[in-house]
């Protein structure tokens, strides 16, 4: 540090390779020059001082007449709004869709007609359950919100990573949330399903049946928000030219294939990297491996929907792809971060309601309650009518409103005409409705008494369940009863564990029978007695199984290396040659972040100090410490950690020349070796690592690391 006084009174500091001016207070600043702006108030009146209250005297007191002050104080304690009371973490990106399939012959929607025409799209992916501040990997289902920024107008698919919901009918949806919320006594458990709470509802509720074996699945743990696909859920109209209707449901296909963490490893992920969701989407975005889906629709009439067993309109049911295949029309991709997380992530508002001309609604009841919620919410959480101003929130194409006034008004019509009919001609008198290109509702015919009641179909509360289950590979279905077992574990009260065996006795006895073992239930309770038949010979569908789907390369996943000083350059060399050419990020990992001296004497920069970069960051880990290296890291319980969760994790792991007695030290034998260790003892072996890791993991190790 050398310091060197100003004219001003100031003294000049340097430390490190930067300057600063530093006040007689000992306080050290920049200020404006050259091409660095001048600080300003909002008024913009500049301001010459940001470190110190105006004051009578050095020890004051504090003037009222300081301006700069109140409004910097006054600006600050009013920067939260309301979170979401639901999916109030979040992760928004910008990026486009692009059309790949004309839709013109079902629906007149103008986002649909013309085959590699693009429009701009924002996308909000988030859990459900936690506040904003909770973490990226609780058991969860994510949000899939899409906006649209058509020609016609701004279209919203609010969906789910899961095509089914927890209840069918809006009115149960407080109850619902209240009950997966931490608990209103003591506040908590935060972004936690495994409560008494959740499963006395659930349990009450056997609607809810459905999504919570999707949430004990493997999908309500993605490994990425790009490698999870989306739902619209509902089934929506099409309409096209001639008025004509056909139904469809939406679904985001991920290019990079799907793929999930185990859940020992979200627990731990939580911990290590609170934002791994965010921070990967950040990283693959700015390093240009764009996220991207495919956007399906699966086409239906009343035909089929008359002979299907289940109602299209409930909620809690699914068509299968096989059943109704899934058209792939287009693609949306994810390239542009947010400029400011606040203004466009936390501020944008989507809204079911939000369809466009040739896209209109059903009557399923959940769908018609969330048409009323959204808009609601927004005024609450946005503070006024205005918030579609926000540019996140703005169409895209031109758009005239009668609308004025409010708090934020940024858009009041121009001139005279405020209202409508009016008589002052074409310049002044605004905008009017436009019969052939204006939004029209279907025509559809209704009748019946008004009731509270639910249609029949809607009862059916366990025969698909039963055909999720039975679609999944073993290892997925032995995940789904290790995640009802934690969960059930965590209820306190016996009662409700025993509730929810009993409905799992209409899904699969099995099934049933491994989580009454899992938390200790002496004997099985009877089956609950279902309000319709269990239809049990539903076939599998292969498209609802994660790994059945999983990717075909190794690319955009991340290999942690484990180095140390002295590692052989050449290996490390044909690891990094093996992962780029696959399109694999790669991070060092080793005793300090300034870097480590290679066998060739070069140094290279690590991407994390060991006990920073647990193995879970990773989708598989390398171990290519030197001879000393090993001896040092041996005595690190966090690279001992390193190893010993990849192993439990099912990762492969690269075995270099020098890492066997780190292995030793791990606690892990020479009979634990198997087919997930690979060595990496020469150049060529680089490519076989990355070969072996496309299989993502080395699932056959899973029941040689589970005893209980
Ligand atoms: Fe939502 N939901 N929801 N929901 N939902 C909200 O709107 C609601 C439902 C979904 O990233 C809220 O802006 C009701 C199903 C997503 O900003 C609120 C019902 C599906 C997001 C609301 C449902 C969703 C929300 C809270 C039962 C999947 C986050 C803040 C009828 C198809 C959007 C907000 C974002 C957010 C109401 C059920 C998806 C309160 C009443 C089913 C992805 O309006």
């Known amino acids: 540090m050398s310091k060197r006084e100003k004219s001003s009174g100031r003294d000049e500091v340097t430390i490190g390779d930067q300057t600063f001016e530093r006040s007689k207070g000992g306080e050290t600043h920049q200020t404006a020059t050259g091409d660095v702006p001048t600080l300003t108030t909002a008024q913009g009146v500049p301001v010459s001082d940001d470190q110190n209250t105006l004051k009578v005297g050095p020890r004051g007191p504090a003037l009222l007449e300081d301006f700069h002050f109140r409004e910097k104080i006054f600006h600050f304690d009013h920067e939260r709004i309301p979170e979401r009371v639901v999916h109030a973490r979040g992760y928004g990106a910008h990026g486009y869709f692009e059309l790949t399939d004309s839709l013109s012959d079902v629906t007149t929607a103008d986002v649909l007609q013309r085959p590699g025409e693009r429009v701009p799209a924002f996308v909000r992916l988030s859990t459900v359950a936690g506040g904003r501040g909770s973490s990226d990997l609780p058991r969860d289902i994510r949000g899939f919100a899409v906006k649209l920024y058509t020609k016609a107008g701004n279209w919203d698919i609010v969906g789910n990573n899961a095509p089914v919901f927890f209840i069918q009918d809006a009115i149960k949806f407080p109850d619902f949330v209240h009950s997966i919320k931490e608990e209103p006594d003591r506040g908590f458990p935060q972004a936690q399903s495994a409560h008494d709470n959740l499963w006395d509802f659930v349990s009450l509720s056997p609607e809810s049946m ?264 073993q290892t997925e279905q032995v995940h789904i009863q290790q995640a009802y077992t934690f969960e059930l574990s965590k209820v306190e009260t016996p009662a409700i564990r025993s509730r929810v065996v009993s409905h799992l006795l209409n899904i699969d006895k099995g099934l049933a029978e491994a989580v009454a073992k899992g938390i200790g239930l002496e004997t099985l309770p009877e089956a609950a007695p279902p309000a319709r038949p269990v239809i049990d010979n539903l076939p599998p569908s292969p498209a609802l199984s994660i790994l059945k789907n999983g990717p075909t390369t190794f690319a955009g996943r991340k290999i942690g290396i484990l180095v140390t000083d002295g590692t052989d350059a050449g290996l490390l060399k044909a690891v990094c040659d093996a992962a780029k050419a696959e399109g694999t990020n790669v991070e060092l990992v080793g005793p300090q972040v300034g870097g480590v001296k290679l066998s060739d004497g070069s140094t290279v920069p690590l991407g994390q100090k060991i006990n920073g970069g647990p193995s879970v960051l990773y989708d598989a880990v390398v171990l290519l410490p030197s001879a000393a290296g090993a001896k040092l890291l041996g005595h690190e319980a966090t690279a001992r950690d390193f190893i010993n969760d990849a192993y439990a994790h099912a990762k492969f792991i690269g075995v270099g020349p020098e890492a066997d007695p780190l292995i030793a030290r791990a606690g892990l034998q020479p009979s634990d070796r198997d087919q997930g260790f690979v060595a990496i003892a020469a150049q060529g072996d680089g490519d076989g690592f990355i070969k072996a890791c496309r299989a993502v993991r080395f699932w056959e190790r899973e029941s040689k690391v589970h005893a209980v």
């Open 210 to 473: 459905h999504a919570i074996m999707w949430a004990m699945s493997d999908r309500a743990i993605p490994r990425s928000l790009r490698f999870m696909e989306g739902f619209g859920v509902h089934t929506f109209r099409f309409i096209n030219k001639d008025g004509n209707s056909t139904y469809v449901k939406f679904h985001w296909k991920p290019k990079a294939g799907m793929q999930s963490v185990v859940w020992n490893e979200a627990l731990k992920i939580n911990g290590a990297d609170p934002d791994f969701h965010r921070r990967d989407m950040w990283d693959a975005i700015n390093s240009g491996d764009f996220p991207e889906w495919e956007l399906g629709v699966q086409l239906f009439d009343d035909e089929f929907a008359d002979s299907f067993d289940f109602d299209i309109l409930d909620a809690t049911k699914l068509i299968p792809e096989e059943l109704v295949p899934v058209r792939r029309v287009g693609r949306l991709v994810l390239n542009r971060v947010v400029d400011n997380f606040f203004a466009e992530t936390e501020q944008v508002a989507f809204c079911t309601q939000n369809v466009v001309p040739g896209v209109d609604f059903t009557n399923d009841p959940l769908l018609q309650g969330r048409n009323f919620s959204y808009l609601d919410t927004q005024l609450k959480r946005l503070g006024g009518p205005n918030f579609t101003h926000i540019p996140v929130n703005a169409p895209k194409c031109p758009f005239h409103t009668f609308q004025q006034d409010g708090h934020a008004a940024m858009h009041n019509p121009k001139g005279r005409a405020n209202y409508e009919p009016n008589s002052w001609g074409p310049e002044a008198g605004g905008a009017r409705e436009n019969p052939s290109r204006g939004y029209r509702s279907y025509a559809a015919q209704e009748s019946g008494e008004t009731r509270r009641e639910r249609a029949e179909l809607f009862a059916d509360h366990y025969s698909q369940v039963r055909q999720f289950y039975i679609s999944q590979t």
